[in-house]
């Protein structure tokens, strides 16, 4: 049986949930654009894309300087998130922060943004690719090692931390398919990576070293051998239980509820092909679930990236940095290996930190009295350039009508010549920043 494909009317409300779950919002006129194509013009045009390009001024901190991701602190995160905003590639780099939060790791552990910057060159590489080439290549991966202690895992010493994490969390799920016995066999299949550490650089020549990597015969799954690395990826790849966890994690990135016996089963056989992540994940974009569904929360990276995307902005200021902790996503730093937790994505310390994120990004053009008096006086119209402001986003009816409400009573207090004037500016800065904050532009 095939998988499901949506069939529904696919109009600019579509292309814009669209562009919102499988890359950063649009820009202005571009969910129209993408409505032109249809379904699968429009998913074909994310999945199969031509070179990069980036759109706009290249990004620069407070001082009008060129970025330093690999050594300014916070820099890294800068980087990225200008990638995000100007990348003609959004799913690619969506896909990219779909897989940092799946291998989670994290700068606080590693301590080489140089090391970080490469893993994340290493995802964007792989992120529509193959699934197992992807694994290997993190399994060796320097900024990997040093997380989860692949170079202090040798034969005298096993050490169990990323064997546990390939299978609990990259590979098979909690508690799915393996043992205790199998996390220390993998640990053992595992050892052999080191590296070594120069003044002045860090670690540095991450390398496989033959002796220090237990060549006994161990049991894993139920299977007997003398396996390595490679083979301790293999045996993950080809477990029963790994077909599920992969269709069934990598659709949570995409639709908050889960898939129906039908497609998941679908989705197992389509990635047990070859173990190609862009097949699967074109079926998701087409599925009708992602257009008829609940709508999903933003995580606080994309809703940034989305915002400055809307308003033509490109990183201009090194606050975002500290922004992004507030609002609970700064990127290198997931909380834990399990990546971001997307229950929290709202509650009242994020919420409070996006507030920020929305303010900061209106900043630059907020209007002033000298602008007031060429800014309708009428509650209408106000909230009609407010939604302009944004990009011209969808807006529920109920939420229009609370910024009416809003807009109304604030224009019936000017009940003076220079309120009648000021109130204008004030109150589509005001506007401007509700609806950032709404429901609308907090979920897609």
Request: net charge positive; hydrophobic share 40%; charged share 25%.
């Amino acid at each position: 049986m095939g998988i499901a494909v949506y069939r529904g009317p696919f109009e600019r409300a579509q292309a814009e949930r669209l562009l919102w779950r499988a890359g950063f919002g649009p820009r202005k006129g571009e969910a129209e654009a993408l409505a032109k194509l249809g379904l699968d013009g429009a998913v074909r045009s994310l999945t199969r894309p031509g070179a990069e390009r980036f759109v706009g001024p290249a990004p620069r901190d407070d001082k009008g300087r060129a970025l330093a991701p690999t050594d300014a602190w916070g820099h890294d995160h800068l980087w990225w998130l200008d990638r995000m905003v100007r990348t003609s590639r959004p799913l690619v780099e969506r896909m990219t922060l779909v897989w940092h939060d799946w291998f989670a790791t994290s700068l606080a552990g590693v301590g080489s943004q140089k090391l970080m910057l490469n893993q994340n060159k290493l995802l964007r590489r792989l992120s529509l690719g193959s699934f197992e080439t992807m694994l290997r290549e993190l399994t060796r991966d320097p900024a990997m090692l040093l997380w989860l202690s692949g170079t202090e895992n040798t034969k005298w010493s096993p050490n169990e931390n990323y064997a546990r994490e390939l299978m609990e969390l990259f590979t098979l799920g909690a508690g799915r398919g393996y043992t205790e016995r199998d996390v220390r066999e993998q640990a053992r299949a595992l050892t052999g990576f080191d590296n070594d550490w120069r003044r002045g650089s860090g670690p540095v020549d991450f390398r496989f070293e033959r002796e220090r990597h237990d060549a006994g015969t161990k049991q894993i799954f139920g299977k007997r051998g003398t396996f390595d690395w490679q083979d301790a990826v293999r045996l993950c790849l080809t477990h029963r239980r790994h077909r599920s966890f992969f269709a069934d994690k990598l659709w949570g990135y995409f639709v908050p509820t889960a898939p129906d016996a039908a497609t998941r089963r679908s989705l197992e056989a389509l990635y047990a092909k070859d173990f190609q992540i862009r097949p699967v994940v074109e079926a998701i974009l087409r599925h009708p679930a992602l257009y008829t569904g609940p709508r999903m929360v933003k995580p606080p990276a994309v809703y940034t990236a989305g915002l400055l995307r809307a308003l033509g902005r490109g990183i201009d200021t090194t606050s975002w940095t500290w922004l992004a902790t507030g609002s609970g996503q700064r990127l290198f730093m997931p909380p834990n290996v399990a990546g971001w937790d997307d229950e929290r994505w709202l509650d009242t310390a994020s919420f409070r930190g996006r507030w920020w994120v929305a303010n900061y990004a209106a900043r630059p053009y907020s209007l002033t009295d000298k602008q007031a008096a060429s800014l309708p006086a009428e509650p209408q119209a106000l909230v009609e350039q407010a939604i302009e402001f944004w990009g011209s986003p969808t807006v529920r009816p109920e939420t229009r009508a609370a910024l009416l409400q809003f807009a109304q009573k604030a224009m019936g207090d000017a009940n003076s010549r220079w309120k009648k004037t000021s109130y204008r500016s004030l109150t589509a800065n005001a506007l401007r920043q509700l609806l950032a904050v709404s429901p609308d532009l907090q979920t897609a």
